[in-house]
């Protein structure tokens, strides 16, 4: 797909990955539908409105009759619209979540497979792992410990491709990505890294829970470069498989976080406090052989690297009002 055009639909393409993954496609030479509910607004992709091959419609896709028509000669659905993460989807409740990150899903997969589409991405999530029994490493054979109804409704919808894709036209490709950090056209402030530069620089101070427990973390830019690649990817390589999408590298722990953020923002204070209320609790070291085995990826842009370029887009004002709720998926959230 990468060598020759395709028309190629992403849902939730306004969002923190489709709207850099809306450009990395163009750039390709390929055909662009984003719908997209436009939640947290649709900034960021103005640039996009000028290109011949781009296409935006304001959709839901919990309606699948709204959805369908948009659907007409598409080679392949990357399917990012979600409730992301555990504070968003404790934040709606499990009717909700369960609408939006698993019923959708059943929409969209069949939307795709009825439209002749080659290919259905799915974005899902680490978070699946939870915590591991023994300390050990996790790959996609691992069991599922989810401790989140986030993670009970990704695993879900997953359930429910790897079966379609059975018997359906349309390859499933499960990619459970690490947590994002970065810059992107819709940055997010709610994740680890880059909620960490943002508090350090705007508090001096950073609160943290769950001391000493690990976690993977994977460039946004670097996240669309593995999309790419399963997409581009030989059918074969790919149907009905699951991903890691990540880096051994980005495998750190909170405090080597902290650490490495304090090394930009001097002086920086941090205290530490027990986990009093329930949230996302993933302690885990993840493995990413069986990506970089079969689709070659490997991450590019370091942990270092990012918190930099998160520090500098803050602090020479390129984000305007960075504590603004909108560059948040929840109006609360935790370490």
Known sequence: MESESKHILITGGAGYIGSMLTGRLLRAGHRVTVLDELLWGGESLLAYFPHPNFRFAKVNVTEPDMARPYFDSVDAVIH???????????QVGPQVARLYNVEATRYVFDLADQAG??????ASTYSNYGISPDGSPVDEDSPLNPQSLYAETKIEAERFLLEQGKHANCAPVILRFATLFGISPRTRFDLIVNQFVLEAMTKGELIIYQRGYHRSFVHVRDTVEGIVLALSADREKVAGEIFNLGDERGNKSKDEIVELVAEVVPGLKVRYKDLT????????????????????FRARI??????????????????????????????????
């Open 302 to 335: 370091t942990v270092e690297e990012g918190i930099r370029e998160v520090h500098d887009a803050i602090r020479l004002g390129v984000i305007r009002d960075p504590l603004s709720p909108k560059y948040r998926n929840a109006t609360f959230i935790v370490q």
């Open 117 to 122: 589409a080659e290919r259905f991405i799915f």
């Open 277 to 296: 209320f329930g949230g996302d609790m993933r302690d885990i070291r993840v493995r990413f052989d069986k990506i970089r085995r079969v689709l070659g």
């Open 80 to 90: 990012l619209a979600a409730i992301v993460g555990f504070p968003a989807c404790q």
